[in-house]
Structure formats: C-alpha cells, structure tokens
C-alpha cells in the first residue's frame, strides 16, 4: 500500500515497559539516530526505584521519553504524542502522560487477563472505554518477534527480548528514522556473538517493515533536521559529560586525574566511564565507602593530582568532615554530587533539588565552599571543567550540584577542543625559590595558598584537621589567630566572586516578571518562558550556576523587577539562601516534590496566576 509522509516540527515519544524489556536502551538507540540526522532532542529516562520488582508490575515500569524536533529543544516535554507501552503496567503508569488523541501502541501479546491483574486494572483497558480518546494501535508484538529470528540460533529467551528492537522498528518508520546507525551498533554489542546481532537486526527489520503495511499507520512523519551552530555532534548524558569536562581539565592544567569514589545512583556512571580512561593516566578507586573515597581523594590532591569523588545526597552527608577537611588544608578537590530524591535513602532514580543546603551549610564549624550547578546534560562539561579551574586556581573545595534529570538525560553536544577552553593555571609553588616560600602564604588577588608537592626538596611542610598559624602552618590554638584563619578562608570563597560570570537575564529590563531558577530546572523554566513570551506576556528569565559566591551583579538584577518568582524542586532551598543573601527583595515561590521535573503547562500555568495578581 501506499502511504504519505507528513511533515511535522516537533513530537514527543515515551518507551515504557519492564525494566528487563530494554526501555533504556530503545530510547537511547532513538536518540543517538535523531541526534545524528540534525534534530535537537531532550530525553528523561525514569527507572524503575525497584532492583527486582515484579514482573508485570506499575514498580516494575522503566521509561524512555524523548522530545525531538526541528527547532531548539529544552525540555522532554509534557505529555506523549506517541506511547510505546509493552505491558498493562507501562499503559497504566503512563495514561496519564499522554496527549488527546494521542498513538498508543501496545504488545497485545502481553495484553492478557493476568497481566491486567498484575497491573491492577478492575478490567480489560481495551475493551472498557478507558483508550477510546486515543489511537490504539494493537500490533502482537511478541509473535512477530520470535517469527523475525526463528531462523537463528540463539536461546528461547533471547528471541523474546529482541521485541524491543521490534518496537524499535515501528517508531523508526513512524517518524522516519534509518536503521543502519541502530545495526552498527547491534554488530558493535553484539561483536562476540554475531548470530546475536543478526537476530535483532532481524527484528528491527520486521518492526520497520509491519508500520510500513499496518493499515492503521496511515502515514509516517517527517521532522526536519534543526538550525544548530556549525560543529560535530553527538548526544551525550550528564554523567558522560561531566566526566569528559574532568577529562578535559586534566589535560589542559597538566595535572594527572585521580577519581575516588563509592558508587552510589544516579553517580555512578561518571566512576564507570572515567574508569575506561587509563589511557589519559586517569586513576579510578573504587572505594569500599563514601568516607574512603573523598578521603582517598584528598590523599591524591596533596599529592598534586585533579582530584574529584562522586556521589549523591545521602554520600555527600557521609562526605562532610572530610570536605571540611579539604577546605582548612586549602587543598583543591572537587565533589559531584548527584541530587536524588531525599531524606535519607529517599528516591534513588528519582530527580530532585534536594541538596543545595547541605551543599552550602552542611559541615561542622565555619567551612564554606564554592558551589556551583550544572544546568543541562552538555553543560555538565562546562560545569565540571570550571569547577576544577576554580578549585586548583583558589585552592579549595568545590562542590558541583548536577541531578538525575540532567544525569540521565541526553542532549546533542557540539565537541569541543580543548584548546578553545579557558586556561586552567594551578596555584603551584615556583620550585627555584623555596626559601620565600611558606605553606599559608596567599597572593593577594585570590588568597590561594601555593600548591606544594610532597617530596619537593626544600618546600616540606605540615597540613591537617587541627587549625594552624597563619604563613607559618604550625599548629596554633591562639584565639585571635583561629578568628583570623577562619575570616580569611571564607574571604577567599568570596573572592571568587571576581572569576566568574555576571548573571545574564533573557527578556526586559522592568518586566512584570522576573522567573528565578537554578542548576537543572532551565530546560523546563525556559520552555516556559518562551510560551509566555509568545502569549505576549511581560516577563523576563534568570537562571543561577554560581550558587556560593552569588554573581556580584544579583542585587543589581533583581532591583529592576517587581515580582521574582524562585522556581525549584525542593520546598524552598535556593530562596532561603537569596533571603539571607539580599534580604530587601520580595520573592515569590513555586515548588516541587514529586521526583520528577517541571512541566510546561504546570510554569506557564503558576506564572500567570502571579501576573493576573492571583498569587499575594
């Protein structure tokens, strides 16, 4: 049969099934191929909080949704225009999420009575009303599956667990997608068992050809590839990105990367991929606790390496002596913390702002830090590269707040070159003069303390918990010297102030106004922004990085808006802090706790409330 092709410029897919029906790896098939034919994208992969739920079950579901179009993109969207749900569970979990007269396309092989059952469905979903507002699309996944890879020798299991490229297939077609970057990577994967790879190429094949002659596809669709600045792409996650940035000032500092750190979710892929790296004299430990492994990473930092540990919330609580520890020796590490649902365990795969506070108080006696956030899943290149600049430029702990969102999610990322970075110039000692020389002796610009090599001839000296003399380092219980130490390290993180960027505002001086938000919200504020601005309404938009210090043009900004709007997913951390900092300013908050991200419709709605004066 013969079908058309409509053009269309963005749309919104979400993969769902059990988390052992590969959902993860569909999704990031689809997003590496729409990466590489020009679209701008941003996905959220939502795992399942679950190790080992059971089958068939809503705690089982793992998701995959992806935004794509032929425009900028920033958001993985609200809700699906096309869900791919491999169980009752996945249609279930996911209903709620997808547009009016949205495409459902199910495995009506698992579409039985007990997996009604197991999704907690009272009755049959396709047959009870419950889908008649959308375009159901009932395609037997599972059979046509095992019938595309019959002919190959592999086990009974693995023929079942091919539907995914199945599915694949269906949604290649749908929206015009090749096939070949998927099989380069199936023959890559697969390299050891190549009949392994010949079965879901099968497979992708079979999916591909069936939305070719279903009659219920009555067309496929076509998104243009979008208008990004000149470069080669590739999409890239968070953690990829932040520990490629690492990678990247290792290089352009001198100075050999050490990773210490204890794997914790949703952290631990960045130990994972610097640990393939040995090849750029990057040494990874894979420490048996959180204390090991900040710990371990102070220990390289003394002795003159870029050294950074990686965790989440409930590490970089374990972590707090220890960073205390880093600040008072002023040596230069840095701790990525990967921000998950909280308190305590809390939401392991879940997203949320939860740790900004004990980023900035959350240690014993007067140790500030410098605190920054990354804000989108390239950015954490940018961010994790700054941070170690500032850390081995002022000599002091940096803390680097991403979270599971921007983690996760993927994004294309122009590659950079790394002689294009800023220059990144340690705070070393100069070996031909070491009688000049003392170990708590600072440069007036930035208070840094000299960076001395254990085992230097002549720069010997002692560092530790207890506090010292100010030059000298000899330990000191003097009270005035302890009062003078402690002003003189909180000066130093202030200085930093001097570094960095000013804060930039999108939009109108005097707008109605001001959206405030910080680290991983921006995609989602400034989907939102942009509808506001299109609606024709006032406003303006400000997005933070640099938490601790605050950009030093913050008041300056802020004094020209009326109405500021701090927009987190936390009850209200970021604002407390903009309270204390500049106190003579009026906010207004929206919040958020549900270990998800910030909906389009949600902003849009809230702003304009604040703008028709609903909200006091």
């Known amino acids: 049969m013969t079908k058309g092709i409509e053009e269309i410029d963005e749309v919104v897919i979400k993969f769902a099934g059990d988390s052992g029906d590969g959902m993860q790896l569909t999704g990031s098939q689809f997003s590496n191929t729409t990466a590489f034919i020009g679209n701008d994208l941003s996905t959220f992969p939502d795992f399942p909080a ?34 791919i749900a491999m169980n009752p569970a ?97 023959d890559a994967k697969f390299k050891k068992n190549p009949e392994l790879a010949k079965a879901n190429k099968a497979a992708l094949k079979a999916g591909y050809n069936y939305a070719l002659t279903v009659e219920l596809l009555p067309s496929s669709y076509k998104i243009k590839a979008a208008t990004l600045p000149k470069g080669k792409y590739r999409s890239i996650t968070g953690n990829i990105a932040t520990a490629w940035g690492f990678l990247a000032a290792a290089e352009n500092s001198g100075l050999k990367l050490f990773l210490g750190s204890y794997p914790i979710t949703p952290a631990s892929d960045i130990l994972h991929e610097l640990s393939k790296h040995k090849g750029f004299d990057v040494i ?20 003159g390496s870029l050294a950074i540990t990686t965790t989440s919330g409930p590490g970089l609580a374990l972590k707090g002596e220890a960073i205390g520890l880093a600040m008072m020796t002023e040596l230069p590490i840095v701790i990525v913390d990967v921000q998950r649902g909280g308190p305590s365990t809390g939401l392991p795969t879940k997203t949320e702002q939860s740790d900004l506070l004990q980023a900035v108080y959350g240690r014993n006696g007067e140790s500030p830090v410098i605190v920054i956030a990354a804000s989108t899943p390239a950015n954490c290149f940018d961010y994790a590269y700054m941070a170690s600049k500032l850390a081995v430029e002022h000599m002091t702990p940096v803390l680097l707040l991403t979270d599971g969102f921007i983690a996760n999610g993927a994004e294309p990322w122009r590659i950079k070159n790394t002689k294009d970075l800023p220059q990144i110039e340690p705070s070393v000692i100069e070996k031909n003069n070491p009688d000049s020389w003392k170990p708590y002796l600072r440069d007036d610009e930035k208070l840094a303390r000299k960076w ?112 500021i709007v701090v927009c987190e997913l936390n009850l209200g951390q970021f604002v407390k802090l903009l309270r204390s900092e500049l106190p003579q300013f009026d906010y207004k908050t929206y919040n958020k706790v549900q270990g998800l991200p910030f909906t389009k419709a949600e902003l849009v709605d809230k702003f304009n409330e604040i703008l028709e004066g609903g909200e006091k």
């Open 452 to 563: 001395a090599v254990p085992g230097t001839k002549g720069f010997e000296h002692r560092i530790g918990g207890l506090e010292k003399q100010e030059v000298t380092g000899n330990v000191s219980y003097d009270p005035a010297n302890h009062e003078n130490m402690v002003k003189l390290r909180a000066e130093k993180v202030k200085k930093v102030a001097d570094f960095i960027p000013h804060l930039e505002v999108l939009g109108e001086e005097q707008a109605e106004l001001l959206i405030v938000g910080w680290g991983g919200t921006q995609g989602s504020l400034l989907t939102a922004y942009n509808e506001l601005k299109k609606q024709g309404k006032n406003v303006a938009f400000a997005h933070f990085n640099y938490i601790n210090p605050l950009p030093k043009n913050t008041a300056e900004i802020f004094a020209n808006y009326k109405n």
């Open 50 to 83: 679950e190790i080992r739920a059971p089958q068939g079950t809503v705690a089982g579901v793992s998701g995959f949704k992806i935004q794509f179009g032929n425009t900028n993109v920033y958001s993985p969207g609200d809700k699906a225009d096309v869900l």
């Open 90 to 186: 996945a249609l279930k979990a996911n209903l709620d999420w997808i547009k009016h007269r949205g495409t459902i396309i199910i495995d009506s092989d698992s579409f039985k009575s007990k997996d009604f059952e197991k999704a907690q469905f009272t009755s049959n979903p396709l047959e009870d009303g419950t889908l008649e507002e959308y375009n159901l699309i009932e395609a037997p996944i599972t059979k046509l599956t095992k019938d595309s890879v019959a002919e190959f020798d592999i086990e009974n299991k693995s023929r079942t667990r091919s539907k995914n490229m199945f599915a694949l297939g269906i949604v290649y077609w749908l929206f015009s997608r090749p096939l070949n970057i998927t099989e380069d990577f199936l």
């Open 284 to 303: 990874s430990l894979q420490a048996e606790d959180e204390i090991a492994g900040i710990c371990s990473a102070i220990g390289a930092s003394f002795a």
